[in-house]
């Protein structure tokens, strides 16, 4: 054999292997979607676009509203934490299913159920019964913060839908704006999630609103002694009680990062070593517990530090408890279980 031959022989043996290493992979990975494991090829085949069709859905809805890019990472949140990431937080209420929507985090509050009944529709109309809700709800997160000029990373695919919700789930183990450092802590402890990504996470409040009603506490009457919460900057929290009476106005919008609630960048961590985080929750990262100051302070020094933690950490959350192989279904409409 010539030198060229030996060489073109060589590639063709290597593009063999490579070809058959893809397919091993791809069928290791569908027998570990069976086991519980989501990997980011799972439509390759069934529904190649989908991942175009989530983002121009998405895409379209932010510029209409920048605000819908916070209100849809926030539902993917919700969803994640009761049950896992399975759709529950999308059903209407509706034979034996009690909507997590009027749960106290969500109700006059959680937004953006309409975008996702639209990029739903669209997925349903090029791939019929192939993508679930919940992982239509874990690309729009990701979109999302790409399009609000946050990190994009790859998302592990493969969720089904659930056939049911908790109110109760959603009542409990989403963290309340109030709620002690320790307490949050624990409730990402509970999810598999830890410290770095509670100070991470919480990082998305970055982009979007808080009623009134969930931190006028901090206002009026942090500790039930009539006094405000006193690691709040001052002339941050005269400015917060105009929009925020002591009474009435409780729907009332103030921005989660008061420089820049249509941009995903570290402002976050920046405002919270200022004492200008709007909820009791942001804050406490910063006054309660060295390691989570620590945290803090690095992402407000550093963005690419935040943006890879972010990255990570909401697929650590978009991992969790998955229904996967047999169990669930794929949901025609988000906000009902099929054949009901
Ligand atoms: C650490 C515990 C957390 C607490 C206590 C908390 C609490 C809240 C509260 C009270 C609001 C305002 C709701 C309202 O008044 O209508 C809010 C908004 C928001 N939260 Fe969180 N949150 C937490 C973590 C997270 C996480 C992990 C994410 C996503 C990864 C997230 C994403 C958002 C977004 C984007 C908004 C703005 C939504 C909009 O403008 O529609 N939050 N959060
Ligand atoms: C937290 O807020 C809720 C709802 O406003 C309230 O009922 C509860 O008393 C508050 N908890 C604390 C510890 O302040
Ligand atoms: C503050 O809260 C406490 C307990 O929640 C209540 O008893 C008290 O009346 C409140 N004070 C003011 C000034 O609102
Ligand atoms: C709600 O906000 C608007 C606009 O900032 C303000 O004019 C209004 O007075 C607020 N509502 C209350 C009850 O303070």
């Not at 978009?318 to 409409?333: D, Q, W």
Request: net charge negative; with cysteine.
């Amino acid at each position: 054999m010539t030198m060229a031959r030996i060489g073109s022989f060589l590639v063709l043996l290597y593009l063999t292997y490579a070809l058959t290493l893809c397919i091993c992979d791809d069928e290791t990975n569908y027998g570990g979607s069976e086991r519980g494991n989501l990997f980011p090829g799972f439509y390759r085949s069934s529904c190649p676009r989908a991942e175009e069709i989530v983002r121009s859905v998405v895409a379209k809805a932010v510029s209409r509203e920048t605000r819908m890019a916070a209100s849809l990472m926030r539902l993917h949140f919700h969803d994640c934490f009761v049950q896992g990431c399975d759709g529950s937080l999308l059903l209407d209420t509706s034979g034996n299913i009690v909507t997590e929507k009027n749960s106290n985090p969500n109700s006059r509050s959680a937004r953006g159920y309409e975008v996702v009944d639209e990029i739903k529709a669209a997925l349903e109309s090029e791939c019929p019964n192939t993508v679930s809700c919940a992982d239509a709800l874990t690309l729009a997160a990701r979109d999302s913060s790409v399009l609000t000029g946050g990190p994009s990373w790859t998302v592990p695919l493969g969720r089904r839908d659930s056939t049911s919700a908790s109110l109760s789930g959603s009542n409990n183990n989403i963290p309340a704006p109030n709620n002690t450092f320790n307490t949050i802590v624990s409730r990402f402890n509970n999810q598999g999630l830890d410290l770095t990504d509670v100070v991470a996470l919480s990082g998305s409040h970055t982009i979007g609103f808080s009623r009134c009603t969930s931190f006028r506490q901090r206002l009026y009457n942090q500790s039930g002694n009539g006094s405000p919460d006193t690691t709040l900057e001052q002339s941050y929290a005269a400015n917060l009680r105009q929009r925020c009476p002591k009474s009435g106005g409780d729907q009332n919008l103030s921005e989660l990062d008061i420089n820049s609630a249509g941009r995903f960048d570290n402002s976050y961590f920046k405002n919270l070593i200022e004492n200008m985080g709007l909820l009791n929750s942001d804050e406490v990262l910063f006054s309660s517990n060295e390691q989570s100051r620590e945290l803090v302070k690095k992402y407000a020094e550093d963005q690419e530090e935040f943006f890879e933690q972010f990255a990570e950490s909401m697929v650590k959350m978009g991992n969790i408890s998955p229904l996967t192989g047999s169990s669930g279904e794929i949901r025609k409409n988000c906000r009902k279980i099929n054949n009901s």
